[in-house]
């Protein structure tokens, strides 16, 4: 069987040529990732895409009718960047656009991935809930102030769909590693083959020479082992390239965990068959004895405004903690009457500084968007003229790129679950539905 990775995520573009290469021959499924937590929890609280969408249905425009006219399934992973119901709903909106514009009709499924307050409390008061790290240990309150949680579901769901023949499935927030190995189990091959092949497909032709998220990868599984050519002719798998990618995000260079199991690669053989392609085989499964899904959670952890600058004196880089820890107090001692105790939160983020300059950036959260924009007007205003002992120039200590020098971020998001579920079904979370479009 035949499966094709559209690029490593969904508007970050591919060639063209490479997509029509890859369906000169029979394909069985597309895929294409279209989401992470790389970006942080922003994306995910405010509801937006970190991926642009002229960029999205532009990648959506070529790749959807190829997919439909060659009856290959098109499943696409994580929605909108984030996957949550409005991230899934942007993205659906944009393919509707584009089945409108091409006249397309074809079965839609979705899968919805949220889930509320009260069922993340229930999982930690029934001691399902498990923390992933010892330092992130699961809050009550936090939960409680979450604005949106969803769970990142495997390949329960999509086979689900593919069952009831979809030919487009839009998932919510799901492992990068379902989008592939979903339609290779369900067709029946071998659970470790198809998770070890289907997490190195998930970015692209990350695993070619040269290196590239925005591109087509064609992956082939048989019984005993799968191959890997990118489909683009400048590219080429190896197997250095194979195998560093397998590693890509894993805390342990022989297990890939995943809520079926885990992939043991203990025995798996990596083969150069020509100069394009790679074979793997020797992937093995385990299945999980306690099924969990992970589950992603974010607040609003207040509003920030940012001032990023420029040292070129020697002098002052070598006073850069004095100077910063001076700052600090004079804010403190100017706003103790006006602004209530623990209302924002100063950081000074610099780099370089072993030559002739240093980049810092002034960074206040507040609780409000205007005490994030008080208080950083001071940090920015104390940094400039603070003196020092040795200081010899009486203007400013700071370079400015950019005017106005302070810039409003807006709204800031923290994660406020971060945990694994105990489940009784891998499909427990997810909403799906069947959609003739």
């Known amino acids: 069987m035949k499966i094709v990775a559209l690029n490593g995520l969904l508007g970050y573009g591919y060639s063209k040529e490479a997509l029509d290469i890859a369906f000169s021959e029979k394909v069985d499924y597309l895929g294409v990732d279209a989401g992470s937590t790389d970006p942080g929890p922003y994306y995910l609280g405010s509801g937006k895409s970190f991926t642009d969408r002229s960029a999205v249905k532009r990648d959506l425009s070529l790749a959807l009718p190829k997919a439909l006219e060659h009856k290959a399934p098109f499943i696409i992973g994580t929605a909108g960047g984030a996957g949550s119901e ?3 709903m942007w993205l659906k909106e944009i393919l509707l656009e584009v089945a409108k514009e091409q006249n397309l009709s074809f079965k839609l499924g979705t899968v919805l991935a949220d889930v509320d307050t009260q069922y993340v409390l229930s999982k930690l008061e029934s001691g399902k809930l498990i923390d992933m790290s010892s ?36 998932c919510g927030r799901a492992c990068d590693t379902a989008i592939y190995a979903a339609p290779c189990i369900y067709e029946g091959y071998s659970h470790g083959l198809a998770f070890h092949m289907a997490k190195i497909m998930e970015c692209g032709a990350m695993c070619s020479e040269p290196v590239a998220a925005a591109d087509v990868m064609q992956g082939y599984i048989y019984d005993d082992c799968f191959e890997l050519r990118p489909a683009n002719p400048i590219r080429r798998c190896t197997v250095d390239r194979v195998a560093a990618h397998t590693l890509y995000e894993q805390s342990n ?50 509003y920030r405004t940012i001032c990023p600058a420029t040292i070129y004196d020697p002098k002052t880089i070598e006073n850069i903690g004095l100077i910063t820890d001076t700052v600090t107090k004079f804010v403190a001692e100017n706003t103790k009457d006006t602004l209530p105790e623990g209302s924002y939160k ?78 009784d079904s891998l499909i427990e979370t997810s909403k799906i539905k069947l959609e003739e479009v």
């Not at 936090?142 to 069952?163: D, F, H, Y």
């Not at 297990?255 to 074979?279: A, M, W």
């Open 86 to 88: 409005v991230h899934v």
């Open 135 to 170: 330092e992130f240990t699961a809050d009550k309150d936090l939960i409680s102030q979450s604005t949106r949680i969803v769970s990142q579901v495997g390949i329960a769901p999509i086979i689900e769909l593919l069952k009831q023949k979809a030919d487009v499935i839009i």
């Open 253 to 302: 260079p022989f297990l890939i965990y995943e809520p079926d199991g885990v992939c043991d690669l203990t025995n798996s053989v990596f083969t150069q068959v020509d100069d394009r392609t790679v074979r793997v085989s020797g992937s093995e499964f385990i299945e999980a004895k306690e099924k969990t899904l992970k589950l992603e959670g974010v607040r609003c952890a207040g």
């Open 346 to 423: 100063i950081f000074f983020k610099t780099s370089g500084g072993k030559e002739s300059s240093m980049g810092v950036i002034m960074d206040v959260v507040g609780k409000t968007q205007e005490i994030a924009d008080t208080v950083c007007a001071l940090v920015r205003s104390r940094m400039l003229h603070c003196d020092y002992d040795g200081r010899k120039s009486t203007a400013g200590n700071l370079a400015f790129p950019f005017s106005p020098s302070d810039i409003h971020v807006g709204a800031v998001y923290e994660f406020s679950v971060f945990h694994l579920a105990k489940v």
